[in-house]
């Protein structure tokens, strides 16, 4: 009895033991799914072609700068980078100020149709981008806004505002009406309360949906590619695409061109990356 009685524990544990061990495995292999293809390209980035062909996944030898020098030394890294800044910078300006607005109204008025209204505007999250690209194209061509940034950020403020009214507003309905009611008291205007009071406090969620403004602006291909015909006007992704026809041959320094264009949405999303955490775990526990 005594035997059996100590040996019952070890099955719990023993699963406990498997499950912990096929999540870590699981979780290297993702990492390394994503890692290996960026060291990959940062190494090739300082090889020459040559190389690439005899030693594809070995140390460069000798290590060739030529490759990374090139492309911070040239106006064709340097414009569309820019570009996407602006853009990326102005489509979260925009979507954030259009959306807290509407996700005040949403959270703390109560009116008729409100519900329905806000699922109107959560349906948005089923609508592929895809599907309006001809519409949309046609709709920017007629108020002259091809070649114009307004035309990629207009539309991608639009597309990105039923995520982020969904955010704000659950964090919104979060604060307590006392908060709220004593501003009143103290002779507080609604818009004096949502400006003063609620975007203070709400820091946390607009720095996770301004982070994930700039990071889908950035990543826009498809958007660009139809708006922009003028090349001063081309962004990050489409400078890589035009990079890669001119330079096919060349592929180590198309790899450099890459990794160039990925540091700077790296950078950034490392130094948001706990804010952007934090503000969705508090926008999940708080609504």
Not at 65 to 72: E, K, P, S, T, V
Not at 186 to 203: K, T, V, Y
């Amino acid at each position: 009895m005594s035997a059996a009685t100590h040996a019952r524990p070890a099955g719990p544990g023993r699963r406990k033991l498997i499950r912990s061990t096929v999540l870590h495995a699981t979780v290297i292999a993702l990492g390394a799914f994503i890692v290996v293809p960026i060291v990959y390209g940062v190494l090739g980035g300082f090889k020459d072609t040559g190389q690439l062909s005899t030693n594809p996944f070995g140390l460069p030898d000798p290590w060739n700068f030529q490759n990374y020098a090139d492309i911070l030394k040239s106006s064709f890294f340097w414009r569309p980078l820019l570009n996407s800044t602006f853009i990326a910078i102005a489509t979260a300006l925009l979507v954030v100020a259009v959306s807290a607005m509407a996700a005040f109204i949403f959270a703390r008025f109560a009116f008729r149709g409100r519900e329905l209204l806000f699922t109107l505007f959560a349906t948005g999250l089923m609508f592929p981008f895809a599907v309006a690209i001809l519409p949309l194209f046609v709709l920017l061509r007629m108020l002259g806004l091809l070649d114009n940034p307004l035309g990629v950020i207009l539309p991608q403020a639009a597309f990105g505002m039923p995520m982020t009214i969904i955010i704000l507003r659950t964090f919104f309905r979060s604060i307590p009406r006392e908060v709220e009611e004593a501003a009143t008291l103290d002779g507080c205007s609604a818009f004096g309360f949502f400006w003063r009071i609620l975007l203070p406090m709400a820091r946390p969620a607009i720095a996770t949906v301004s982070v994930i403004a700039i990071v889908t602006s950035w990543n826009n291909f498809f958007l660009p590619l139809v708006v922009f015909n003028d090349v001063d006007w081309w962004t990050i992704p489409l400078g890589v695409q035009q990079f890669n026809g001119q330079y096919t041959e060349d592929t180590a320094r198309v790899l450099a061109y890459v990794v160039l264009a990925m540091v700077p949405a790296l950078a950034f999303y490392s130094i948001a990356e706990r804010q952007l955490i934090g503000g969705l775990t508090a926008g999940a526990t708080k609504g």
